[in-house]
């Protein structure tokens, strides 16, 4: 799991990024203390929203804390990246655009997995959508086809299932039509696979 740390807390961060590296998850941060700067973009580095994460990492602190710099988020949300946020007021000020929250660290990486794992659903449901469409215009039952998308270490899989409803050519222009549906609704992945089955 590659997690885009979109927001800075100061030294709470340090226990939410050991926790996520603990899991196994490769943390790309936003900002960096050591380069006075607040985006990494801006210090020369490579923006994290450009390195393919699979879900955003947002810190709330409660009332009277440090402040949350969580400008990250822009760059997340734009990116058709899931947002995940942190802390006991959480979702807090980002409510419209989180995919999850957790209270802290005890259900971060959890909730980090149901956002990726929500993401993936919201791409399916776009594919299915695609798929009926097409199927409803050919004159086939769509509920004797399927699709369904899948993230992968390379990206994203989409499965598109036609059964004996259209002779192999067809079925193939079928699902790059619906493999197009997907990449309009979300340009962000590097590779998206497309198998007929």
């Given at each position: 799991?590659?997690?885009?740390?979109a927001?800075?807390?100061?030294p709470?961060?340090?226990?939410?990024?050991?926790?996520?590296?603990?899991?196994g998850?490769?943390?790309?941060?936003?900002?960096?203390n050591?380069?006075?700067?607040?985006?990494?973009?801006?210090?020369?580095?490579?923006?994290?929203?450009?390195?393919?994460?699979?879900v955003a990492?947002?810190?709330?602190?409660?009332?009277?804390?440090?402040?949350?710099?969580?400008?990250g988020?822009?760059c997340?949300v734009?990116?058709?990246i899931?947002?995940?946020v942190i802390?006991?007021?959480a979702?807090?000020?980002?409510?419209a655009?989180?995919?999850?929250s957790?209270?802290?660290?005890?259900?971060?990486?959890?909730?980090?997995?149901?956002a990726?794992?929500?993401?993936?659903?919201a791409?399916?449901?776009v594919a299915?959508?695609?798929?009926?469409d097409?199927?409803?215009?050919?004159?086939?039952?769509p509920?004797?086809?399927?699709?369904?998308?899948?993230?992968t270490?390379?990206?994203?899989?989409?499965?598109?299932?036609?059964?004996?409803?259209?002779?192999r050519?067809?079925?193939?222009?079928?699902?790059?039509?619906?493999l197009?549906?997907?990449?309009?609704?979300?340009?962000?992945?590097?590779?998206?696979?497309l198998?007929?089955v």
């Open positions: 799991m590659r997690v885009m740390f927001g800075s807390s100061g709470a961060d340090a226990e939410l990024i050991d926790a996520l590296q603990a899991s998850a490769q943390v790309l941060r936003c900002h960096d050591a380069d006075g700067t607040l985006c990494t973009l801006v210090a020369g580095h490579g923006c994290p929203a450009d390195q393919d994460p699979d990492v947002v810190p709330v602190i409660p009332a009277g804390g440090a402040p949350s710099l969580g400008d988020v822009g997340a734009r990116s058709s899931p947002v995940v802390g006991h007021s979702p807090g000020p980002y409510a655009v989180a995919a999850g957790a209270d802290g660290v005890h259900d971060m990486v959890a909730a980090c997995r149901a990726i794992d929500g993401a993936t659903e791409h399916t449901a299915v959508g695609a798929l009926a097409r199927c409803a215009a050919l004159g086939i039952d509920s004797a086809c399927r699709a369904e998308v899948r993230r270490d390379s990206g994203l899989r989409l499965e598109v299932g036609l059964g004996d409803t259209l002779d050519r067809a079925g193939e222009r079928v699902a790059l039509q619906v197009a549906a997907v990449r309009r609704f979300d340009p962000r992945p590097g590779g998206v696979s198998a007929v």
